[in-house]
C-alpha cells in the first residue's frame, strides 16, 4: 500500500535551515590573504581575536605561503631518499667497515669450528 500525502520524507516537525536568528550571531571574522611561490592566492578566515600565523601551508599546492605577495617563502628542500648503507657510510670510514667485518668472519669461523649450527 503505497503512502500519499504532502509530507517530506525524511523530515521532522520543525526542520529546516537554521537561520542566525537560531544560531545566535556569528563571531567577527577578517579574511588574510597568503600568496606561496607557485603564485596561487589563498583567502584564509580567522577569528578578529585569533593570532594570525605569519606561515600557512596553501591548500593548492602544500607549499608554504605567507601574506607578502611579493616574497612568498621558497619551498623546502627535499633530502633525497637514503639506503640504510648510506647511513652507515655516514657513520663508518672504510678501514673501520674492514675491520668490523673481519671480527664477524672470524667470529662465524670459530663457531663453525666448535661445531655450533648457524641459521
Known amino acids: 500500500m503505497a503512502g500519499g500525502g504532502n509530507a517530506i520524507r525524511g523530515s521532522r516537525v520543525g526542520a529546516g ?3 542566525e536568528a ?5 563571531a567577527p571574522r577578517q579574511a588574510i590573504t597568503y600568496f606561496c611561490a607557485h603564485e596561487h592566492r589563498s583567502v584564509i578566515t580567522f577569528s578578529i581575536e585569533a593570532v594570525v600565523p605569519e606561515e600557512w601551508d596553501c591548500p593548492k599546492c602544500g607549499l608554504p605561503a605567507s601574506v607578502d605577495s611579493d616574497n612568498p617563502p621558497p619551498a623546502p628542500k627535499i633530502e633525497p631518499y637514503k639506503t640504510h648503507l648510506a647511513y652507515v657510510k655516514e657513520r663508518r670510514s672504510d678501514k673501520e667497515a ?5 671480527e664477524a668472519i672470524q667470529l662465524l669461523r ?3 669450528k666448535s661445531g655450533e649450527i648457524i641459521f
Do not use: C, F, H, K
Open 98 to 102: 674492514e675491520v668490523i667485518l673481519e
Open 22 to 26: 537560531e544560531r545566535g550571531e556569528a
Open 17 to 19: 535551515p537554521m537561520g
Open 110 to 112: 670459530d663457531r663453525r
